[in-house]
Nanobody, 123 residues
Framework: VQLVESGGGLVQAGGSLRLSCAASGRTFSRLAMAWFRQAPGKLREFVATISWSAGSSYYADSVKGRFTISRDNAKSTVYLQMTSLKPEDTANYYC?????????????????WGQGTQVTVSS
C-alpha cells in the first residue's frame, strides 16, 4: 500500500486545514485508516482512526470536537478536517493503513505509512 499525504501548511491559531491521504496498491475499502502526528522532540501520537465503511471512528481526547476523519472509498482517499487549530497541533501528520476492519490507536496496529505532511499553527 502506498500512501501520499497532502494539505499541510502554515495556519494561524483558530484556523482550519484539511489533510488528504491518497492510497493505492490495495482495495481501499478493506483498509482501516488513521492519522497520527509527531511534534519535534516528541513521540508519534494517535490522532484519529476510521473503519472500512466509515461506520466507526475514534479520536484522541486532544482533538475530539475539533478534528473530523472521513473517507471516500470511491476516491481511495481519507481526510482529516482540522478546525480551531492550536499551536500545540503543530506536527508532522502521518496517514496510516491497516488490513483490518477496525484498527486500534497505536502505531503497531498499522502496517503501512505515508511520508507525512507538516502542519504549523502560529500563535
Amino acid at each position: 500500500v502506498q500512501l501520499v499525504e497532502s494539505g499541510g501548511g502554515l495556519v494561524q491559531a483558530g484556523g482550519s486545514l484539511r489533510l488528504s491521504c491518497a492510497a493505492s496498491g490495495r482495495t481501499f475499502s478493506r483498509l482501516a485508516m488513521a492519522w497520527f502526528r509527531q511534534a519535534p522532540g516528541k513521540l508519534r501520537e494517535f490522532v484519529a482512526t476510521i473503519s472500512w465503511s466509515a461506520g466507526s471512528s475514534y479520536y484522541a481526547d486532544s482533538v475530539k470536537g475539533r478534528f473530523t476523519i472521513s473517507r471516500d472509498n470511491a476516491k481511495s482517499t481519507v481526510y482529516l478536517q482540522m478546525t480551531s487549530l492550536k499551536p500545540e497541533d503543530t506536527a508532522n501528520y502521518y496517514c496510516a493503513a491497516s488490513e483490518v476492519e477496525v484498527a486500534g490507536r497505536t502505531e503497531y496496529d498499522y502496517q503501512y505509512w505515508g511520508q507525512g505532511t507538516q502542519v504549523t499553527v502560529s500563535s
